[in-house]
Structures are given as structure tokens and as C-alpha cells.
């Protein structure tokens, strides 16, 4: 059995997965944040299903990259029922989708979500008036606070038993327009129906839409003697409404969708918004700005303050256990190696990287579903258009702080290809929380938060300047910024919680093993005494940036992780007492170096699977000779500052 | 005929045209906004950024190039 929830951004689908398949799914207060589909088997009153977490979606038109897959990956796997999740508070506007979902000829459920916002807002609905006028089930929810979401489920089970008797009928159109429909829809199901798997309605109401997927699959099976028809049908629809033929439908939609919202909807007295006043401060010409820099300094320095206390505490700890243990083991044997590069691995997990890397997701986190990211690409669009893109390329951008991986996945939101690539070329250089962790544990721990603050500038500038070169590269007007600006939500705790957990995890599980395993490796390449090897090879490159010899392999593993740079350096080091053997201007050209060469694996795969595979290798050229020569100049001019 | 950059803040206009790309206008109509539409500017600074306009008691942040491109008349 299988069960798609698809709603549009912000309407709460990823809260509704989680809460019944555990915490899986990433959600956010910002359009577009699911980019993948999460899938989970879930068991719930005694029956298993698949669920799916679909990419919030505004519609199933091709507008762009991420709602396209939504309709095709609907379409083609064969779904028991959908489960429609609507934000209560935006009833009005999340109908629209809901039209289109029934036209697919899938059982249906509709779990309308956020009921607290809508009566806070005095917005009231008539839960059974609207059930009726959709013909499928209503269940109300509040899954920030898992109310109604046993209930959705149980309802859910129901629809799925009836099985085809629960299938909404399509709710027609006025009759003008659905007689255009209709004659599109005959003609279809006369020419094409035993080799089209898409419901006929469906597909007539996309061509009349002018959708190019939709498009391109009749014409693939001789669809042309259709197209001169839908040309006649959509001239119809243009004289009937006077509108263009690319949206009058979809305006259509949204005028039937106002006038279900007009039966169902009595609005009350609205509590006062102090949300709206806020926006007055937060989005100001001038104080929206001040406010960015407060939080994101104030960001910065509790990062730090947290963090570095955490870490010279748990640091001196590991070094007197690291010293206690070769009283125990001989210092030759190959044990000892083993052993004290397991504890180097471990300590460098504990003590450099979750000291920083939890306060620093806590952060994120709340900055995400709060719902600040999208007043930043407000107060951002015209710096953005300044450097050819426009504001909602900071949404990739930011996300990039947390992890380039699904910062490179999120540039899908954006329609035009030429822009997604600049986007995610910028994405992959922004110093994610791995790299974050050097620049904290290293810069900021050994030299002072001022210059840690000041490499993260740098790195903004260079990302610019990158960012002006692309576009001047690839000279093409950016389509602009349409983006919607989500009301402010007060993330509960729980979600916090959870979410954060979620993504230490992830480096629980994942990162820390392969820290370890470096560790291990690099331990056993210094007992063969190969890492000398390594290290000789690297030697120009290290020589050049008037590094010691002996960090060359840790530059090796850095590609792996950004983390394991930092913690194999201590290890190839032999101390972490770092500021023995280097001089501050190595710890700074150090830093920059890995700051800004070669994305990490994972985003390596993640750049050529969304753009391609000479873009990838451009990017890792690229960074590569940016990183060579900033720390070259570093290293070169790097006394005059410090 | 003004575009929506020529309307000043908190006032409403209705929607005549929209010239330019299918993409931009595709993009305004899934949220639901389209000719015959009425929206209410919120926020309107010149030469500052986006423009900030309300459908439905939604808010949506449009760029100054697209919003030159949406025709609009008083009401």
C-alpha cells in the first residue's frame, strides 16, 4: 500500500511524516526545503504502508525543475492514496492543487493542517461543508503538536479499503471553459488512450496549459495531429477569459478554489498580529539589514563562546589521556598506533567537531523554521542581481551553511537552468558545518573570532566576484524573484529537538565512523612510515604554501570530510597544541586552503548528478586554483595583517 | 497604463496584464495571481529592493523586474 502526502511549501507534510515515521524527513519554514522524496514504511493500526514525502508543490505544472518531478513521480508509480495536506490558515490558495490532485483518479484524503494559525487568524472553516464540496474525507490536524494525526491515519485506512468506490469524482469547471475540456479529453481518449497511462482530464486540462513535459510525451506518439486542436481550444479559452493560454486555466483553478473558500469560510475577528509589525522592523530598507548583521553576528560569537569552552576543556582531557597511554603501550609497536589513532578519531569527533556543531544546527534550525530565510532573500535581491542572480538564490546559499549537499539539491527551486547552475557552483563554495568546524576549532580557538569572522567575509566576497564572473559568462536576463514569504512560526521545541538530532546523527553515524577510519588510516600509514610518501609527493604544494611537510595528508583526507582535515592535522602534528609547531599565518593559510578547495565527496557526486559531470570537474578546478592562490597570497602577505 | 512599480505603498490595484516570459507568469498564477487580480502593496521603496505585495493574505516578495512587467489599474 502506498501513500503519497503532497501539499504545497510550508503546509506541513514533512511534520505530518515525521510524526509517524520517526524523524526522517527535514522540514522547514521556507519554500522548496524537500528535495528529495522521502520514503518510509510505516506500521499503523495493525497495516504497513509506504509513505512518501513529496517536494512542497504549488501545482503539478512544469514551472519548475522540482514541482516537474512531483507530477511525474506521481504519475508513474501507482499510488493507493494521496493524502492532500492543506495549511488552514491559506485554505484559499493550497485549493488549487487540491483541483488538480482529483483530476488523477486516485483515491483521496484531505488532512487540513494548522488548524490553531486559521483560528488564530479568525479564520473559521466548516470542516463537513467542505468535505462534501470535494467529495473525500476532511481530517483536521495540528501536527507541530501531533493532534489529529492518529486520526488522519485511521481515516486514511478507510478510504484505502474502499479502494476504487472512494476515488473523488473531478469537480467540473464553469461550463464554457469545461466544454473546452471535455472535447480535448474525447479527443484524447479517441487517438491515444490505450498508449497514454495518464488520465485523460488530466492531460487535457496540461496541453490546454501549454505544460512542455505533457507536451513532449504525445509528441513523442505522433501527437501533432492533437496540437492543431489544443491550438483551436486554447484561442477559445484566450477569447472566453482574456487571459493568456498559459495561465488562464490555472487562474481558473484558483477562481473555483476562492469560490469553495467563500462556502466553507466564515472569517471572524483576527487576534493581533504582532507578526505584521515585526515585519515592519525585520524587512525596513534600513533595519532589515542592521537586524541581518546583529543575528548573524550575535550567531557567530554564541557559536564560538559555546564552543571553545567546550572544546579547551575536552581537548586537555584527551591530551593527558593520549599521554597516560604511553606509559601503557610501547611507543614502537603497532598497537600503540592503532590504538591512539582510534582515540585521536574519537577525541576530534568529541572535542573540535560537536562542540561547535551542535549549537551551530540548534542555530540553523531555528532560523529556518522561524521563517527568516526568505525576509533574507528579500532584503537581499538586489545585492543578489548585482552578481546576475536575484534573491531567491540565497535560499541554496544559506542552506549551503548547514550542508552543500542539499544546498546543491535546492537550487531546483529555481526555474531557470542557467541560474540553477550559478546557484549551485555558489552553493558548493560556502563553507559548510564542516568547514565551519575548522575555521571555529582552528582559526577562532588558536587566533581569535575576529579572523574567523574574517575569512567567513572573504569567503562572501570570493563567492561574489565568482558569482559576477558566471553571470558574465553566461550573459541571460534572470527571469526574477517571485518568492512567497511564509508568516512567522515559532518553532516548538520538540521540532528543534528532533531536527537537530536528526543531523547529528548524520554525523554520528556517518562522519564519525569515516573520522575514525581516517584516523586508523593515517595511523597505520605512519607506522609503515608511508604517509612520508604521501607527504613527498604533496611536497611542491605544501613548500609553495609554506606549510610543514607533514600536513600533505591530511589535505588527502580533507576530500573525504572537511572535518578530518582538522582532526588528522592534530594527529600528524602529534599535538593539539597546534600553535607550537605552526606559526598563526600557517594555521590562517591552512584554514583558507581548506576553506576553499575541492568540494567534499559528497557534494562532488551531488554537482555532477544535478548539473553535470564537467560542471563538477570545473568546480573542482576551479576551487582548487582559487585555493592554491589565496593561501598562496596568504602566506606571502599574511604578516602584514597578523 | 502604470506598471505595479508606479503604485505606491498600501494601496490596492487590480491586475491588467502581464507582459514578459510564461515562466514569470505561470509562477504569479500559482499563486493565484493573474489578470483580474486584486493585490494590495505592502511595501514599495524606490530603487530598495523587491516589492512586497498581499493575495489573499498571502505575502509575496516580487522582484522590481518583474513587477515592471505587471500592468495594473487603479480601483
Redesign the interface.
Known amino acids: 500500500m502506498k501513500i503519497a502526502l503532497i501539499g504545497q511549501p510550508n503546509s506541513g507534510k514533512s511534520t505530518i511524516f515525521n510524526a509517524v515515521a520517526g524523524y526522517k524527513s527535514v522540514t522547514s519554514n521556507l519554500p522548496g526545503t524537500t528535495v528529495e522524496y522521502m520514503e518510509s514504511r510505516v506500521r499503523l493500526n495493525g497495516a504497513v504502508y509506504d509513505l512518501v514525502d513529496f517536494p512542497g508543490t504549488?501545482?503539478l505544472?512544469s514551472?519548475?525543475e522540482a514541482e516537474a518531478e512531483v507530477g511525474k513521480y506521481l504519475l508513474s508509480q501507482k499510488f493507493d492514496l494521496i493524502i492532500n495536506i492543506i495549511d488552514a490558515?491559506?485554505l484559499?490558495?493550497s485549493l488549487?492543487l487540491t483541483l488538480e490532485l482529483i483530476d488523477l483518479g486516485i483515491p483521496m484524503i484531505v488532512a487540513l493542517n494548522m488548524m490553531d494559525e486559521a483560528s488564530r487568524?479568525g479564520i473559521e472553516i466548516e470542516v463537513d461543508a467542505l468535505s462534501e464540496l470535494l467529495n473525500m474525507p476532511v481530517q483536521t490536524t495540528v501536527a507541530s503538536k501531533n493532534l489529529g494525526v492518529r486520526d488522519l491515519f485511521v481515516n486514511a485506512k478507510h478510504v484505502i479499503e474502499e479502494g476504487k468506490k472512494s476515488i473523488p469524482g473531478s469537480i467540473p469547471c464553469q461550463k464554457d471553459v469545461e466544454e473546452i475540456i471535455c472535447e480535448l479529453e474525447y479527443e484524447i481518449k479517441q487517438n491515444f488512450a490505450p498508449k497514454v497511462v495518464y488520465p485523460s482530464r488530466f492531460l487535457a486540462i496540461k496541453l490546454l496549459e501549454?505544460d512542455e513535459y505533457y507536451q513532449s510525451i504525445l509528441s513523442h506518439q505522433n501527437g501533432h495531429m492533437l496540437s492543431d486542436k489544443v491550438r483551436v481550444l486554447q484561442n477559445k479559452l484566450v477569447q472566453l477569459r482574456?487571459?493568456?493560454q498559459?495561465?488562464v486555466l490555472?487562474?481558473e483553478r484558483?477562481a473555483m478554489?476562492?469560490d469553495i473558500y467563500g462556502k466553507v469560510v466564515k472569517i471572524g475577528h483576527p487576534h493581533s498580529d504582532w507578526r505584521e509589525k515585526l515585519?515592519h522592523i525585520v524587512?525596513h530598507?534600513m533595519g532589515g539589514y542592521f537586524i541581518l548583521i546583529t543575528i548573524l553576528l550575535s550567531f557567530f560569537y554564541i557559536i564560538f563562546e559555546f564552543g571553545a569552552l567546550l572544546e579547551g576543556y575536552l581537548l586537555t582531557g584527551f591530551e593527558n589521556l593520549q599521554q597516560s597511554l604511553s606509559g601503557v603501550l610501547d611507543q614502537n609497536s603497532i598497537w600503540f598506533y592503532l590504538v591512539q589513532s582510534i582515540v585521536w578519531g574519537i577525541s576530534g569527533g568529541i572535542a573540535i567537531v560537536l562542540p561547535y556543531l551542535v549549537p551551530f544546527l540548534i542555530g540553523l534550525t531555528i532560523l529556518e523554521d522561524a521563517g527568516y530565510l526568505?525576509r533574507v532573500?528579500?532584503?537581499m535581491?538586489?545585492f543578489m542581481?548585482r552578481i546576475g542572480l536575484?534573491?531567491t538564490s540565497i535560499i541554496p546559499a544559506v542552506l549551503g551553511y548547514g550542508c552543500n549537499v542539499p544546498a546543491v539539491m535546492a537550487t531546483r527551486i529555481l526555474?531557470?537552468r542557467r541560474d540553477k547552475i550559478i546557484a549551485a557552483v555558489i552553493s558548493s563554495m560556502i563553507p559548510c558545518s564542516a568547514r565551519s568546524v575548522v575555521i571555529f576549532g582552528l582559526v577562532a580557538f588558536y587566533l581569535g573570532p575576529f579572523w574567523a569572522f574574517a575569512i567567513y567575509l572573504f569567503n562572501i566576497v570570493v563567492i561574489s566576484l565568482t558569482g559576477k564572473v558566471l553571470s558574465w559568462l553566461m550573459p541571460e536576463?534572470?527571469?526574477?524573484?517571485?518568492?512567497?514569504?511564509p508568516p512567522y512560526r515559532w518553532p516548538s521545541s520538540r521540532v528543534i529537538f528532533r531536527k537537530t538530532w536528526f543531523r547529528i546523527k548524520e554525523f554520528i553515524m556517518v562522519a564519525w565512523p569515516i573520522l575514525i577510519l581516517g584516523s586508523v588510516v593515517l595511523g597505520m600509514l605512519e607506522y609503515f612510515q608511508l604517509d612520508k610518501l604521501i607527504n613527498q609527493g604533496l611536497s611542491p604544494l605544501t613548500a609553495l604554501l609554506g606549510l610543514p611537510a607533514v600536513v600533505g595528508t591530511t589535505l588527502i583526507f580533507g576530500v573525504l570530510r572537511k572535518e578530518l582535515a582538522l582532526i588528522m592535522l592534530t594527529q600528524a602534528l602529534g599535538t593539539t597544541q597546534i600553535l607550537t609547531v605552526l606559526s598563526t599565518n600557517q594555521v590562517l593559510v591552512f584554514t583558507i586552503f581548506i576553506t576553499f578547495y575541492i568540494p567534499c565527496v559528497a557534494t562532488m557526486a551531488v554537482l555532477s548528478r544535478e548539473l553535470n559531470r564537467s560542471w563538477m570537474i570545473l568546480v573542482v578546478m576551479i576551487t582548487l586554483i582559487l585555493a592554491i592562490l589565496f593561501s598562496f597570497m596568504f602566506r606571502v602577505f599574511g604578516h602584514l595583517i597578523l | 497604463m502604470k506598471s505595479l512599480l508606479d503604485v505606491s505603498t498600501q494601496k490596492s490595484v487590480k491586475i491588467v496584464g502581464?507582459s514578459g516570459?510564461?515562466?514569470?507568469?505561470?509562477?504569479?498564477?500559482?499563486?493565484?495571481i493573474?489578470?483580474?487580480?486584486v493585490v494590495k502593496i505592502k511595501?514599495n521603496?524606490p530603487f530598495?529592493?523587491?516589492l512586497?505585495i498581499e493575495n489573499?493574505?498571502?505575502?509575496?516578495?516580487?522582484?522590481?523586474?518583474?513587477a515592471a512587467k505587471i500592468m495594473v489599474e487603479d480601483i
Open positions: 504549488y501545482s505544472s514551472t519548475n490558515s491559506q484559499g490558495r488549487p487568524k501549454d482574456g487571459k493568456p498559459d495561465s490555472v487562474l484558483h478554489a476562492m515585519d524587512m530598507r526568505p532573500a528579500f532584503l535581491d538586489s542581481h536575484h534573491g526555474p531557470s536576463v534572470s527571469p526574477g524573484m517571485i518568492l512567497e514569504i | 502581464i516570459g510564461k515562466g514569470a507568469r505561470r509562477s504569479l498564477a500559482q499563486l493565484g493573474g489578470i483580474g487580480s511595501r521603496a530598495a529592493g523587491p512586497l489573499h493574505g498571502s505575502s509575496i516578495a516580487v522582484g522590481r523586474g518583474v
